[in-house]
């Protein structure tokens, strides 16, 4: 059984940053592609960010392109979200999770992902 539990949420001002990590148990976190999503009040999870296995290829959903930054640590157990310059909009319960494979391509649905974590708020205050 897999289990992922994030971290580092909080409350912090527009512009501020925050990171995120996700501790993973288990024995196969460096062979699967991981993801992070997020579900703001009244709407849809959606995606954020992916990496896959190595860490040698990203993706990022385009309203967070260039602001947040998802990397890995295999030896550790533990992804990653480097969130900058955030915005009120980027309030949610922000959520990791495991792919059903270790490479990254067109789909970035849920579907797609087979474990995940229980969440961390972030609140960014405007």
């Known amino acids: 059984q897999v289990q992922l539990v994030e971290s580092g949420g909080g409350l912090v001002q527009a512009g501020g940053s925050l990171t995120l990590s996700c501790v993973a148990s288990g024995r196969t976190f460096p062979t699967f592609a991981m993801g992070w999503f997020r579900q703001a009040p009244g709407k849809e999870r959606e995606f954020v960010a992916a990496?896959?296995?190595?860490?040698?290829?990203?993706k990022y959903a385009d309203s967070v392109e260039g602001r947040f930054t998802i990397s890995r640590d295999n030896s550790e157990a533990t992804l990653y979200l480097q969130m900058d310059t955030l915005k009120p909009e980027d309030t949610a319960v922000y959520y990791c999770?495991?792919?059903?494979?270790?490479?990254?391509?067109?789909?970035?649905?849920?579907?797609?992902?087979?474990?995940w974590g229980r969440g961390t708020q972030v609140t960014v205050s405007s």
């Open positions: 990496i896959n296995w190595p860490g040698s290829i990203v």
């Open positions: 999770a495991r792919r059903t494979e270790g490479f990254l391509d067109a789909s970035d649905s849920e579907g797609r992902y087979d474990y």
